[in-house]
């Protein structure tokens, strides 16, 4: 009985011994499914697999995260986030704030002063102070706007990789996958004033966390984006506007095309997702195809997405507004654009009624159907036509196409279960 004691005892001490991440599933090689959304058209997204040993990076900092980036280039590439990763660092891996940005006299109580609307007016910013703002703000956007180039697979190791203060920009990148990662506070520290925004006026800052540009073939799969550690509406009032501090969390503009968003978390953040970026730009028409599925948006006040031009397929995504949370709607419906809509669910407190979920930018079109609010089936393209009080055209139902590459489409009550459980950065099964 002792000898045996002994052989058990040991045994376990062994499994005890063995590192916690020893078992995790090597994910860095990982390709999208086929017919997962729109990324797997058209050749489907492989991002950095067929990467050679020399260009297999773990990164835990923000200098070798730089270097294996490798400007942008496109040479296939595995990158492998270890631990926390602050952009806001020097080249020493010391701290960064606002401070150490400003330059040429710049500070935010000068230009406040300087574009007062009450003794500025409406003209637009100019002279010392918006000078200096400029200059600023490049110095801050050398260490925090990351390019990420062709072929590349960024993923983060284990359950707890996060990128903090960072814009990854793709611009004109193919083939690129993002996964299981904690992208938060992408902080700007010089918002402009632009007096004429929204009629009276409005801060707008420069970094998403994420940002495509002419991007196609990405992937975006069980990331976590957010505010977290900055939050946007504990920032103070300056010329009766909040004084924003991030833009968007995943931008997809300027003619990004086959983009697939799965099993992602986007939380506590004001304007979550913009699909196409100007009414004007009509040579996006044919390009912005997206598909979002299983992703979360909690405590998100709009744009989840707004999209223009895109055919953009929508299922089985869960939305959530926490008691007291500001919100304005979810699904901007804009210029030309082709929303499919399935499946999805909405839970929010009872001064946010079903009409407040779409909202229509010189939208024509809004396809819908398995819609669960507060746990009851709902049709948003009927409540949306019948509540918009003239202020909105009516929506018709038919825009234009059926989505025929996804996973399967479950129940909207389904799916609210299964992303609870497994959306987000450290979730992959």
């Known amino acids: 009985m002792r000898a045996r004691h002994l052989v058990v005892t040991a045994g376990l001490l062994g499994l005890l011994c063995v590192p916690a991440h020893a078992e995790a599933r090597d994910i860095s090689r990982d390709t999208l499914p086929a017919n997962d959304g729109w990324a797997a058209a058209e050749g489907g997204t492989t991002g950095g697999a067929a990467a050679d040993d020399a260009h297999v990076h773990t990164v835990t900092d923000r200098a070798e995260l730089v270097r294996a980036l490798d400007g942008g280039s496109d040479i296939p590439k595995i990158i492998k986030i270890a631990g926390t990763i602050d952009a806001n660092t020097d080249d020493d891996g010391d701290r960064l704030d606002c401070a150490d940005y400003a330059t040429d006299g710049y500070s ?94 409005d801060w707008k800052t420069a970094y998403d966390n994420i940002w495509l540009r002419g991007a196609t073939h990405v992937w975006v799969d069980h990331v976590t984006l957010s505010d977290r550690g900055h939050p946007d509406d504990r920032e103070p009032i300056y010329f009766g506007r909040n004084y924003l501090r991030h833009d968007g969390l995943l931008d997809i503009t300027n003619g990004s095309d086959l983009v697939t968003v799965s099993w992602s978390r986007f939380a506590d953040h004001d304007k979550a997702m913009l699909i196409g970026n100007s009414d004007s730009a009509t040579s996006d028409r044919g390009r912005l195809r997206v598909t979002l599925h299983h992703n979360e948006f ?24 926490p008691d007291g949370a500001p919100y304005r709607y979810s699904l901007g419906v804009g210029t030309e654009s082709a929303l499919y809509v399935e499946n999805n669910a909405f839970t929010t407190p009872g001064h946010v009624e079903a009409a407040d979920l779409v909202k229509s930018w010189n939208g024509n079109a809004l396809h819908q159907s398995g819609t669960l609010f507060n746990g009851y089936p709902v049709d948003l393209l009927a409540i949306h036509n019948a509540y918009n009080s003239g202020s909105e055209r009516d929506l018709t139902a038919d825009v234009g196409w059926t989505p025929t590459l996804h996973t399967k489409i479950d129940s909207a009550e389904a799916a609210d279960r299964a992303v609870v459980r497994g959306a987000g950065a450290g979730r992959i099964p």
């Open 298 to 321: 909690t405590s998100v006040v709009q744009r989840a997405p707004r999209v223009r031009f895109g055919q953009v397929h929508l299922y089985n995504n869960r939305y959530v507004v």
């Open 108 to 201: 935010l109580k000068k230009y406040l002063a300087a574009y007062d609307p009450r003794t500025w007016g409406s003209a637009r910013p100019s002279g010392p102070q918006e000078e200096a703002r400029q200059a600023s703000a490049a110095r801050q956007a050398e260490r925090v706007e990351l390019t990420v180039g062709s072929n590349t697979t960024i993923v983060g190791l284990g359950s707890r990789a996060v990128l903090k203060g960072a814009s990854l920009q793709l611009k004109g990148a193919d083939n690129v996958i993002i996964r299981n990662l904690d992208l938060r506070d992408a902080y700007d520290c010089f918002p402009v004033w632009q007096p004429n925004t929204g009629g009276l006026g």
